[in-house]
């Protein structure tokens, strides 16, 4: 069956960076793009970026933009969060997600986990000095 397990959270200073790790396996990985999810506590889930299935692009939305980097080694069946300049607003449970298609990114608009048909158990990320 399909499993999504992150790592590589923990509590990083404002200003410092971490990277999240994505390992995924029970499926075709490059057939499926996939994406970044957060959760802060008393919030909803916003979309942090995606990735589409072969890694030609990345999306994310204004509020990482230029801070956050997705990428994936489709050899490794691996997906990864770079996150630089962080800043106390980023403090949430990070999610992995599986797409249902390889040029499917949903932006979570709606807040529905329904979006995507798989979602990891999350890595908790504190930024705080």
């Known amino acids: 069956q399909v499993q999504l397990v992150e790592s590589g959270g923990g509590l990083a200073q404002p200003g410092g960076s971490l990277r999240l790790s994505c390992a995924a396996s029970?499926?075709?990985?490059?057939?499926?793009?996939m994406s970044w999810a957060r959760q802060a506590p008393g919030k909803g889930l916003e979309w942090v970026g995606g990735i589409f299935g072969d890694g030609t692009s990345t999306y994310y939305p204004p509020s990482v933009e230029g801070r956050f980097t997705i990428s994936r080694d489709n050899s490794e069946n691996m997906l990864y969060l770079e996150m630089n300049g962080l800043i106390p607003d980023d403090t949430a449970l990070y999610y992995c997600?599986?797409?249902?298609?390889?040029?499917?990114?949903?932006?979570?608009?709606?807040?529905?986990?329904?979006?995507?048909?798989?979602w990891g158990q999350g890595t908790q990320v504190t930024v705080s000095s």
């Open positions: 029970g499926f075709s990985f490059s057939d499926y793009a």
């Open positions: 997600a599986k797409a249902r298609g390889p040029w499917s990114i949903p932006t979570l608009i709606s807040g529905q986990r329904s979006e995507y048909s798989d």
